[in-house]
Nanobody
Framework: QVQVVESGGGLVQPGGSLRLSCAAS????????MGWYRQAPGKERELVAE???????NYADDVKGRFIISRDNARNTVTLQMNSLKAEDTAVYYC??????????????WGKGTLVTVSS
């Protein structure tokens, strides 16, 4: 009943920018913590950025100052603005949403991912 869908991935040159969006839909009372993760070939999935309902964000060290995470609670969306992209940012980016189905009941959902390729 809850769907999490990422969009915005693609090919971008080093130093360029890309904006990823994540939309949650279904029977949602409120979005709790939302997070962006990424997984490069041969590597483990890692946290990129996360933002709770209270809007206190947390970034991985290697994206600080380059990426910005934000959310629109009215639209149940979370955005990752990626600037100054590097080749090492190439990965499949996944959105994770912790969703309150009703007050006091929550569950986490993963999107299927969107591929970001940084290459000249």
């Amino acid at each position: 009943q809850v769907q999490v869908v990422e969009s915005g991935g693609g090919l971008v040159q080093p130093g360029g920018s890309l904006r990823l969006s994540c939309a949650a839909s279904g029977s949602i009372y409120r979005l709790n913590k939302m997070g962006w993760y990424r997984q490069a070939p041969g590597k483990e999935r890692e946290l990129v950025a996360e933002i709770p309902y209270g809007d206190i964000v947390n970034y991985a060290d290697d994206v600080k100052g380059r990426f910005i995470i934000s959310r629109d609670n009215a639209r149940n969306t979370v955005t990752l603005q990626m600037n100054s992209l590097k080749a090492e940012d190439t990965a499949v980016y996944y959105c994770n949403a912790n969703v309150a189905l009703r007050l006091g009941i929550a569950a986490s959902y993963w999107g299927k991912g969107t591929l970001v390729t940084v290459s000249s």
